[in-house]
Structure formats: structure tokens, C-alpha cells
């Protein structure tokens, strides 16, 4: 929940940009936070010592360091903030629905910022993990760049006593796009033929939504 808050207070933060309205300040942004924390309509399962206070004080430095840092004024015209892309990028498979958090037309070239919101900072393993997501992404902005270049950065926050932001530029790789496409389209195929098997991961069933139906199957 914290991390869709501050996610919802950014967007908030570069749409006004977008719209050439007032820079909002870091009261506007904790309202955001505070107004999506509140609409939640699920059960929050706070931590030792946690509760919404501990995470709206958290905010308050999170938002604090974003307004302080470059983060907060990107080089060049907001053209997209939180932009749906959708598009048949790969032959044989289902159009690519792509959700752009935030273009940069910086004349030179297009750059795509990728927002998360993470428990510590990212190394490169995990930047180069999650980056078909980025190289699928740039297949979707390609038309839109006329062209030039596109850049791409996952922009890295922690929600750490002193929060950090942190911008991992991720090359927009020829091979390593074909490479992504391939992988999609066997696993689109393997959809098709129903092929499906647990696949246990220590990172990904603890909060897997099918663990139940997933622990029952018997082959
Ligand atoms: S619990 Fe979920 S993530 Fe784990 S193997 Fe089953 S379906 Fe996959």
C-alpha cells in the first residue's frame, strides 16, 4: 500500500507539470498519499511497531527527498504521465498493454521512467531482472519517437529511514528486445497448448493470489 501511495503522489506531482498547472509542495503530495492510503479497501497488514502514522512520517521524508532532488525537475517536456500504450509488438501473441509512468521529450531523444518503490536499493542483478519489462516498454514508445533514440531508467526509491532515490539506466538493446519477444512468444505458445505447472519460487509464492488452487493441483 505504501508503495501505490507514493506511486499515486508522484503521478499526481508530474501531471501537474504536465498540465502546466502549480508545482504542487509537499503538503499537496501527502494529501495524495494520505486520500489513497485511506481509500484502500483491503486489510493492511502492518509490521512490528508499524501503523499508519509510522508510514505517513515516512512519506513526509519520502516526499521531502523527491521534491529536493533532480528527480523532481526532468530534463526536457513532459509529454506522458502514466500513459496506457497498447500494441501487437510480437508476432502471435495478445496485444502488449504497457502503463509508461513517465515520458521525457528531451529533443535529443525520448525517456521513459519506470517508478518503484523498493526495501533497499537496487544492484545490477536486479536491474538487468527487471528489464524486459523497460525493453518491452520501449517497443511501445518506439513510434512515438520519430526516429530518435529512447531512453530508458527505472527510478528507484527506498522506503529506508533516509529514503533514497536512485536512476538505473537500462540500454535499449536490439538483441536483448528480440531476445524478450522470443521468450513471450514460447511462452504464449506453451499458454495455447495448456502447459501449466507450479513453478515454486521462494521470491514469488509467499504472496502469489493462487497458492491454494496451486498447492491442490495433482497433476
Ligand atoms: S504458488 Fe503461485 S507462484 Fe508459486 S508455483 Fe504456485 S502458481 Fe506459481
Same mark, same amino acid.
Given at each position: 500500500?505504501?508503495?501505490?501511495?507514493? &506511486?499515486?503522489?508522484?503521478? &499526481?506531482?508530474?501531471?501537474?507539470?504536465?498540465?502546466?498547472?502549480?508545482?504542487?509542495?509537499?503538503?499537496?503530495?501527502?494529501?495524495? $498519499?494520505?486520500?489513497?492510503?485511506?481509500? %484502500?479497501?483491503? !486489510?493492511?497488514?502492518?509490521?512490528?511497531?508499524?501503523?499508519?502514522? $509510522?508510514?505517513?512520517?515516512?512519506?513526509?521524508?519520502?516526499?521531502?527527498?523527491?521534491? @529536493?532532488?533532480?528527480?523532481?525537475?526532468?530534463?526536457?517536456?513532459?509529454?506522458?504521465?502514466?500513459?496506457?500504450?497498447?500494441?501487437?509488438?510480437?508476432?502471435?501473441?495478445?496485444?502488449?498493454?504497457?502503463?509508461?509512468?513517465?515520458? +521525457?521529450?528531451?529533443?535529443?531523444?525520448?525517456?521513459?521512467?519506470?517508478?518503484? /518503490?523498493?526495501?533497499?536499493?537496487?544492484?545490477?542483478?536486479?536491474?538487468?531482472?527487471?528489464?524486459?519489462?523497460?525493453?518491452?516498454?520501449?517497443?511501445?514508445?518506439?513510434?512515438?519517437?520519430?526516429?530518435? !533514440? +529512447?531512453?530508458?531508467?527505472?527510478?528507484?526509491?527506498?522506503? /529506508?529511514?533516509?529514503?533514497? $532515490?536512485?536512476?538505473?539506466?537500462?540500454?535499449?538493446?536490439?538483441?536483448?528486445?528480440?531476445? /524478450?519477444?522470443?521468450?513471450?512468444?514460447?511462452? #504464449?505458445?506453451?499458454? @495455447?497448448?495448456? &502447459?501449466?505447472?507450479?513453478?515454486?519460487?521462494?521470491?514469488?509464492?509467499?504472496?502469489?493470489?493462487?497458492?491454494?488452487? %496451486?498447492?491442490? #493441483? /495433482?497433476?
Amino acid at each position: 500500500m505504501y508503495g501505490s501511495s507514493i &506511486h499515486a503522489a508522484l503521478q &499526481h506531482y508530474f501531471e501537474q507539470l504536465l498540465a502546466s498547472a502549480e508545482r504542487p509542495d509537499l503538503d499537496g503530495l501527502l494529501d495524495v $498519499f494520505q486520500e489513497t492510503w485511506r481509500a %484502500c479497501d483491503k !486489510p493492511i497488514q502492518y509490521g512490528k511497531r508499524e501503523d499508519f502514522d $509510522f508510514y505517513c512520517r515516512l512519506a513526509d521524508r519520502t516526499l521531502w527527498a523527491f521534491l @529536493e532532488g533532480g528527480w523532481a525537475y526532468p530534463e526536457g517536456q513532459i509529454v506522458g504521465v502514466e500513459e496506457e500504450l497498447r500494441a501487437p509488438i510480437i508476432p502471435g501473441c495478445p496485444d502488449i498493454l504497457g502503463r509508461i509512468d513517465l515520458l +521525457v521529450d528531451r529533443g535529443d531523444a525520448l525517456e521513459l521512467r519506470d517508478f518503484k /518503490t523498493a526495501r533497499s536499493s537496487w544492484n545490477d542483478e536486479h536491474v538487468a531482472e527487471a528489464a524486459p519489462q523497460l525493453w518491452l516498454y520501449a517497443e511501445l514508445v518506439r513510434p512515438f519517437a520519430g526516429g530518435r !533514440p +529512447v531512453k530508458l531508467a527505472f527510478a528507484v526509491l527506498t522506503k /529506508t529511514q533516509s529514503p533514497t $532515490f536512485t536512476l538505473h539506466a537500462v540500454a535499449d538493446d536490439a538483441r536483448q528486445i528480440a531476445r /524478450t519477444k522470443r521468450i513471450a512468444q514460447r511462452v #504464449w505458445r506453451a499458454i @495455447e497448448a495448456g &502447459h501449466f505447472y507450479p513453478n515454486p519460487t521462494a521470491a514469488n509464492c509467499s504472496t502469489c493470489p493462487y497458492r491454494k488452487p %496451486c498447492q491442490a #493441483w /495433482t497433476g
